[in-house]
């Protein structure tokens, strides 16, 4: 089984800043790794898949990129609606899927 | 446009058998591609994927409750059904399904249904 590992597990950022949060995996995933973002009491929410593709409706502010077992999701500047927890997610072994632990992204 | 919306008890007591309906609409589960899974969030914890069905009617599990997963969809009535046995109170959190289409994200969730294991 593929392990996902997020870091930091916090991480605090002030609005109009870049907030870059890492993903690695336990072996190569290749390209196949997706982002989502969950606000409190929601359902996540795609933003990112095949590493570095905006799913429909995701603003540019959010870019991913990396391979194997390397991953990052950067956020250009940070708008008030990005706070949440971030999960990276890898696909590899489609069609079982595993996710990371999260990264909560809080105001600072 | 395309919705998801989870079903089923509140409240399941230790051994019983939780059975959960995710009903559809804006696609078909028979179009080549389509899947649907099903997530769960223990409270203030991780997502954790449970299981997947596909257009082909194949069925996938997490590895370590594959034993007390069944999956199956009815693609007349738009839904997807999962059944775990046996629950324990580990097993209490919020039961999203999600729609995967070829890009293989989970791009559509439904939001949620909160199941407490407990006596």
């Known amino acids: 089984e593929i392990v996902m590992t997020q870091s930091p597990a916090t991480l605090s950022v002030s609005p109009g800043e870049r907030a870059t949060l890492s993903c690695r995996a336990s072996?190569?995933?290749?390209?196949?790794l997706a982002w989502y973002q969950q606000k409190f009491g929601q359902a996540p929410r795609l933003l990112i898949y095949?590493?570095?593709t905006r799913a429909s409706g995701i603003p540019a502010r959010f870019s991913g990129s990396g391979s194997g077992t390397d991953f990052t999701l950067t956020i250009s500047s940070l708008q008030s609606e990005d706070f949440g927890v971030y999960y990276c997610q890898q696909y590899n072994n489609w069609p079982t899927y595993s996710f990371g632990q999260g990264t909560k992204l809080e105001i600072k | 446009q395309v919705t998801l919306r989870e079903s089923g008890p509140a409240l399941v007591k230790p051994t019983q058998t939780l059975t959960l309906t995710c009903t559809f609409s804006g696609f078909s589960l028979s179009t080549s591609g389509m899947s649907v899974s099903w997530v769960r969030q223990p409270p203030g914890k991780a997502l954790e994927w449970l299981a997947l069905i596909d257009w082909d009617q194949d069925t996938f599990y997490s590895t370590s409750l594959k034993t007390r997963l069944t999956i199956s969809k009815d693609t007349y009535k738009n839904q997807v059904v999962l059944t775990m046995t046996n629950v324990d109170p580990m097993d209490t959190g919020t039961y999203f399904c999600?729609?995967?289409?070829?890009?293989?994200?989970?791009?559509?969730w439904g939001p949620g249904t909160t199941v407490t294991v407990s006596s």
């Open positions: 095949a590493v570095s």
């Open positions: 999600a729609r995967i289409g070829r890009d293989y994200g989970m791009d559509v």
């Open positions: 072996q190569s995933v290749n390209t196949n």
